[in-house]
């Protein structure tokens, strides 16, 4: 009679801990950590079938539970390498002088002058954007091609 009590009461906190842990994530973990959740209780109830000689049942619980956890790997590791992909910056020779503030006269010592001054205000590490960063690197690039 003991041990029923300890199981309720581990249900009990463990379907707390869900609840919270739930209700505390956005819709796209919601849904990653429904996946996994619906695998992992297929799974468990695939093996406990299996050893009562369900085979019938627990062949497709398996399937379905491998479906639902790998699912969710493979497209986090798409997601993962689609997110870390940067962007390529495209600029003509005007958007350039735009950026640094210079004119068509500009030296190569002027873009590299103009170009250190803006890239210390708006480095990715001291608070700026990796975007602009990308910018102010491609407009150096650029200028200093044709110089």
């Given at each position: ?8 009461l581990?249900s009990?906190i ?10 505390s ?7 990653s950590?429904?996946k ?5 209780i297929?799974l ?8 009562r ?8 619980l398996?399937a379905?539970s ?6 969710k790997?493979?497209l ?8 870390n992909?940067k962007?390529e910056?495209?600029?003509?020779k ?6 640094l503030?210079?004119d ?15 890239i ?8 700026g954007?990796?975007?602009l ?7 150096r690039?650029?200028?200093l091609?044709?110089?």
């Open positions: 009679m003991m041990i029923y009590f300890i199981y309720g581990t009990l463990i379907l707390i801990i869900l609840v919270r842990y739930i209700t994530i956005d819709s796209r973990r919601f849904q950590f429904l996994i959740f619906f695998g992992i297929f468990i109830t695939a093996i406990l079938l299996l050893f000689g369900f085979y019938y049942l627990s062949g497709p398996l379905i491998l479906w639902l956890t790998r699912l790997t493979i986090s590791l798409y997601n993962s390498f689609a997110k992909k962007e910056v495209f600029l003509d005007n958007e350039a002088l735009d950026i503030g210079l068509f006269n500009a030296t190569k010592d002027d873009i590299i002058t103009a170009h250190k001054k803006l210390e205000k708006n480095h990715p590490d001291k608070g954007s990796d975007y960063s990308a910018k102010i690197n491609k407009a690039d650029v200028l091609r044709d110089k």
